[in-house]
């Protein structure tokens, strides 16, 4: 699945656009996140957003993940 479609279903199960997923559409664009080969089914999906988004995203979760995506400023 190309990383527009991909975002496309993430942004759909998110309900719009969430600073993490703005981080993870960044990183899919500019090649420093791939991917799974076998993405999760609809239902693994909306289960784990649904426990990601039990809680807001912090500063400090923002800028873990994008350090673990390889960019150095979140902003």
Same mark, same amino acid.
């Given at each position: +699945? =190309?990383?527009? #479609?991909?975002?496309?279903? *993430?942004?759909? !199960?998110?309900?719009?656009?969430? &600073?993490? *997923?703005?981080?993870? #559409?960044? #990183?899919?664009?500019?090649?420093? *996140? /791939?991917? =799974?080969?076998? @993405? +999760?089914?609809?239902?693994? $999906?909306?289960?784990?957003?649904?426990?990601?988004?039990? !809680? =807001? @995203?912090?500063?400090?979760? $923002? /800028? /873990? *993940? #994008?350090?673990? $995506?390889?960019? &150095?400023? =979140?902003?």
């Amino acid at each position: +699945m =190309p990383h527009i #479609a991909f975002l496309y279903r *993430l942004r759909r !199960l998110f309900g719009g656009n969430e &600073p993490h *997923l703005e981080t993870i #559409a960044a #990183a899919l664009s500019d090649g420093r *996140l /791939k991917q =799974p080969a076998h @993405p +999760m089914s609809d239902q693994e $999906l909306s289960r784990a957003i649904r426990e990601f988004q039990s !809680l =807001p @995203p912090s500063e400090a979760s $923002l /800028k /873990k *993940l #994008a350090q673990r $995506l390889g960019d &150095p400023d =979140p902003s």
